[in-house]
């Protein structure tokens, strides 16, 4: 059984910073990309940024320039730093990843989502 463990959330004020953790753990042959989404209340869940097993990454258009996403591929851990914080970055932060759990197989899991509250 696969699992995403996040840490990392937490109450800051605007332009402060926080570092976000997500760790996956149990039967896991490869990992072929990790990501962080974000659902802040009344809205969809939205991608903000993902990171491939080569270092591809990709992030949304309101988080260039502030987030950065790195990964930890010994580990199976990804991170999220996050600076320059807004209000409008809000949100429940939720990892995402793309595991093979055994050879020939390929499923997506969620983590349980960790809250981010930037007041202002």
């Known amino acids: 059984q696969v699992q995403l463990v996040e840490s990392g959330g937490g109450l800051v004020q605007a332009g402060g910073s926080l570092r976000l953790s997500c760790a996956a753990s149990?039967?896991?042959?490869?990992?072929?990309?990790m990501g962080w989404y974000r659902q802040a209340p009344g809205k969809q869940r939205e991608l903000v940024a993902i990171?491939?097993?080569?270092?591809?990454?990709n992030y949304a258009d309101s988080v260039k320039g502030r987030f950065t996403i790195s990964a930890d591929n010994a580990k199976n851990t990804v991170y999220l730093q996050m600076n320059s914080l807004k209000p409008e970055d809000t949100a429940v932060y939720y990892c995402?990843?793309?595991?093979?759990?055994?050879?020939?197989?390929?499923?997506?899991?969620w983590g349980q989502g960790t809250q981010v509250t930037v007041s202002s």
């Open positions: 149990g039967s896991i042959v490869s990992i072929n990309v």
């Open positions: 990171i491939t097993d080569g270092g591809s990454t």
């Open positions: 995402n990843a793309d595991i093979r759990p055994v050879v020939g197989l390929r499923y997506n899991y």
